[in-house]
Structures are given as C-alpha cells and as structure tokens.
C-alpha cells in the first residue's frame, strides 16, 4: 500500500470554515510535504516539514508532524471557494542514491461557496 | 518563466506502437522524475534521475524506459504500450525540498 495515506478521501465545507487533513505513513522520513492538485493539473508544492520540526505556518497553511505516531496534519484556516483542489501528502524516502517522494491517495477538498 | 513542459498533452494510440512523451524543464534542476497517476492509486513514481546518465526504477517501472542525455530533458519510453498504461502521467523535477510538475500527458491505450 502507499507508504502516506491521507484521511479523509473528501471533505466538503463552508466557505470560512477550517479544513483539516490528515496523513498517515509507515517508515522513517526525512521530510514530508504537502502538495495540492486542481483537477486534471500538475501538483503544485505547498509546505515542507522535517523530520526534527513539529509545526510549520505558512499564510493560512499550518503542518503538524508527529515522528512518534508516523502522521502529519494540513489545517487550512478561513478556508476559500478558490482552495478547493486535492491535496496530497508526500514523504521524502531518503536513500543513498537519490531521493524518492512517495505519495498518497489524497483528500479531495471542497469548499463551497 | 520557471516551467516544466510534457509534450503531448493528450495521446490516443493503439496497442503495441510506440510512443514517447517529452519533458523539459528550465529551471536547471538535476533531480528529474515520471509519476502515473490513477483514480483510487494517487501518484506512483515511474522512474527518476538523479543527475545526466543516472537514472533509477521507481514503483513502478515495468513497460517504461527512460533516458537522460541532457540535463534539462527526461523523455518516458514506451515501447510497446498496452491498455493497462492508460493513464495521466507527470513529470517532474525539482530539489529534495520541493518538486515542479509539469501539466500532465493523457494517455490512453486501445
């Protein structure tokens, strides 16, 4: 099965409210990160943690990361009609000869307006 | 403008002719990469490239090639497509902390 697994598989809000999506992996990771895909169009990179952070913000994204429990949290806070996408949680597999980003199913997002 | 671009967007082709979906990035970057992206399956990585003439199998490298003779492109090889490629595919490339994906090749197989 894929090494990050997100939960929910879809989400739909009001606009304003706050999103929260989970990731789950299995093995050790240098860093995860959060990409976000509009429907039928290239990811587009958001935020990344490392594996020695706990909790990153950037504008109205803040990533949580918990090494003990192998999970990661996106919040979207005062959520928009425009972020509505799938969002997708990826670990940096580190190996010796290169990197390797894993990815997960993703949580589809839907804000409505 | 930093930008990846795949060449074709949309591919219809038949069983067993070959086809190669182009991708080239300006942005300098030696880390290069193929993902296919399923409903139900998320992106799995294809192939990857480290750096000219390096490159490595992904999760799922069976019935592709790849090359990189030069740094800026990486083109994905089928030699001979079956319906099970079917797909949307992206390229890649990027550093360790962040990658930049090119628009997506649509590709179906009959």
């Known amino acids: 099965s894929q090494q990050g697994e997100e939960d929910p598989q879809a989400l739909s809000i009001q606009e304003g409210e706050n999103a929260t999506m989970n990731c789950s992996y299995k093995?050790?990771?240098?860093?995860l990160q959060w990409y976000r895909q509009n429907s039928g169009r290239g990811l587009v990179h958001l935020i990344l943690?490392?594996?020695?952070?706990r909790e990153k913000h950037s504008g109205r994204l803040r990533v949580t990361l918990d090494t003990s429990k192998k999970s990661s949290s996106l919040l979207i806070t005062a959520s928009r009609a425009a972020d509505t996408a799938s969002y997708f949680c990826?670990?940096?597999?580190?190996?010796?000869?290169?990197?390797?980003?894993?990815f997960g199913e993703g949580t589809q997002l839907t804000v409505n307006p | 403008e930093a930008q990846v671009t795949q060449n074709p967007r949309y591919l219809i082709t038949v069983t067993g002719k070959k086809l190669t979906v182009t991708c080239s990035q300006n942005?300098?970057?030696?880390?290069m990469s193929w993902y296919r992206q399923d409903p139900g399956l998320g992106l799995r990585q294809i192939y990857y490239?480290?750096?000219?003439?390096?490159?490595d199998k992904g999760d799922v490298p069976e019935g592709y090639k790849v090359s990189r003779k030069e740094k800026r492109n990486f083109p994905l090889i089928l030699e001979s497509p079956s319906p099970n490629q079917t797909s949307l595919y992206f390229c890649?490339?990027?550093?360790?902390?962040?990658?930049?994906f090119g628009p997506g090749t649509r590709l179906t197989v009959l």
């Open positions: 490239s480290m750096n000219v003439e390096v490159t």
């Open positions: 890649a490339s990027g550093e360790y902390n962040e990658q930049f």
């Open positions: 990826a670990t940096d597999l580190r190996k010796t000869s290169g990197s390797r980003l894993t």
């Open positions: 943690i490392r594996s020695n952070e």
């Open positions: 942005m300098n970057h030696e880390y």
């Open positions: 093995t050790s990771i240098n860093n």
